[in-house]
T-cell receptor, first 111, second 115 residues
Framework: AQRVTQPEKLLSVFKGAPVELKCNYSYSGSPELFWYVQYSRQRLQLLLRHISRESIKGFTADLNKGETSFHLKKPFAQEEDSAMYYCALSGGGGGADGLTFGKGTHLIIQP | KAGVTQTPRYLIKTRGQQVTLSCSPISGHRSVSWYQQTPGQGLQFLFEYFSETQRNKGNFPGRFSGRQFSNSRSEMNVSTLELGDSALYLC??????????????FGPGTRLTVT
């Protein structure tokens, strides 16, 4: 069974400080990993995915298969980064196992 | 382009009743997935429809069912409602079958309260 763990329910950092949101996964095959974000009163939206290897809004995430992790990082936090962040995994084989989400981390950026 | 729409936005039902929720995907999108979000369990995958066929199903009882129409609109039905079915139900659409890696776009959700 596939599983995604986000160990921090709440993460509070000061503006300008580095941010790292942790995500660990359990999956026997080759997963596809995503980060979704939900800003206050907005819809859940895709932030980035590991296969695209992009930097979105200054965020990056690297898939570490050895440590089964996909941590989200940003060198300098901004107040507009405050939101709920969800790590998600899609199993291989056409995604037949569905999209599995972590419980989410509430990121608060203090001024 | 209009986003994913879900109706109704809020719903209150009584235990034992059934409910039907509706989702209209982004124009041109052919895949619709449904998720249940609760404070305790978080976001859980219910099922995915593509070309009017259920392609994947999460670990939910048979009381949860769905369908997709030829215009890609989708409905999900929950029969014999239980208090634990109270949740936010999210719909997401993608251009093609999600398993191919297409990005999903989420709707605002339907808040179901079972009393």
């Amino acid at each position: 069974a596939q599983r995604v763990t986000q160990p921090e329910k709440l993460l509070s950092v000061f503006k300008g400080a580095p941010v790292e949101l942790k995500c660990n996964y359990s999956y026997s095959g080759s997963p596809e990993l995503f980060w979704y974000v939900q800003y206050s009163r907005q819809r859940l939206q895709l932030l980035l995915r590991h296969i695209s290897r992009e930097s979105i809004k200054g965020f990056t995430a690297d898939l570490n298969k050895g440590e089964t992790s996909f941590h989200l990082k940003k060198p300098f936090a901004q107040e507009e980064d405050s939101a709920m962040y969800y790590c998600a995994l899609s199993g291989g084989g056409g995604g037949a196992d569905g999209l599995t989400f972590g419980k989410g981390t509430h990121l608060i950026i203090q001024p | 382009k209009a986003g994913v729409t879900q109706t109704p936005r809020y719903l209150i039902k009584t235990r034992g009743q059934q409910v039907t929720l509706s989702c209209s995907p982004i124009s041109g999108h052919r895949s619709v997935s449904w998720y249940q979000q609760t404070p305790g369990q978080g976001l859980q995958f219910l099922f995915e429809y593509f070309s009017e066929t259920q392609r994947n199903k999460g670990n939910f009882p048979g009381r949860f069912s769905g369908r997709q129409f030829s215009n890609s609109r989708s409905e999900m039905n929950v029969s014999t409602l239980e208090l634990g079915d109270s949740a936010l139900y999210l719909c997401a659409s993608s251009l093609n079958y999600r398993g191919l890696g297409d990005e999903q776009y989420f709707g605002p959700g339907t808040r179901l309260t079972v009393t």
